[in-house]
């Protein structure tokens, strides 16, 4: 039986790594950098709200789901829904919960809350 020879804690689960699987160990220690909130934004082309808020979540090295309403027509109805009803964009979701457009995102961004939410981890 392989010894185990580093333990990685992401979120509630617990990955054992053994010296035979060092392969997997530098992947998992890679995904584990940047495991971070589950984001989805809702945008369209030419929005510089849009831009803005990209520019925001690029800025701080998180990864994104971007969701364009307008080439994807169908999940603008989906956005609305989940926004509560409103039809403007961007709409953003981190961990599911709605934090609304790109002023409400610089808000927290200025109050230091945002990275607390993103779960980002100082590596600069």
Request: proline content about 3%; overall charge negative; some cysteine.
């Given at each position: 039986?392989?010894?185990?020879?580093?333990?990685?804690?992401?979120?509630?689960?617990?990955?054992?790594?053994?010296?035979?699987?060092?392969?997997?160990?530098?992947?998992?220690?890679?995904?584990?950098?940047?495991?971070?909130?589950?984001?989805?934004?809702?945008?369209?082309?030419?929005?510089?709200?849009?831009?803005?808020?990209?520019?925001?979540?690029?800025?701080?090295?998180?990864d994104?789901?971007?969701?364009?309403?307008?080439?994807?027509?169908?999940?603008?109805?989906?956005?609305?829904?989940?926004?509560?009803?409103?039809?403007?964009?961007?709409?953003?979701?981190?961990?599911?919960?709605?934090?609304?457009?790109?002023?409400?995102?610089?808000e927290?961004?200025?109050?230091?809350k945002?990275?607390?939410?993103?779960?980002?981890?100082?590596?600069?």
């Amino acid at each position: 039986m392989p010894l185990v020879s580093k333990f990685l804690f992401f979120s509630k689960i617990i990955f054992i790594i053994t010296e035979d699987s060092s392969h997997w160990l530098k992947l998992l220690e890679r995904v584990g950098d940047n495991l971070l909130a589950n984001i989805e934004i809702y945008t369209s082309p030419f929005c510089g709200f849009c831009y803005r808020a990209k520019l925001l979540l690029n800025d701080k090295g998180v990864d994104y789901i971007e969701v364009d309403i307008i080439s994807q027509p169908k999940r603008h109805s989906e956005m609305i829904r989940r926004a509560g009803g409103l039809q403007t964009v961007p709409q953003i979701f981190i961990d599911n919960q709605h934090i609304g457009g790109c002023d409400e995102l610089y808000e927290l961004e200025a109050k230091d809350k945002l990275d607390s939410i993103l779960d980002v981890k100082e590596t600069r």
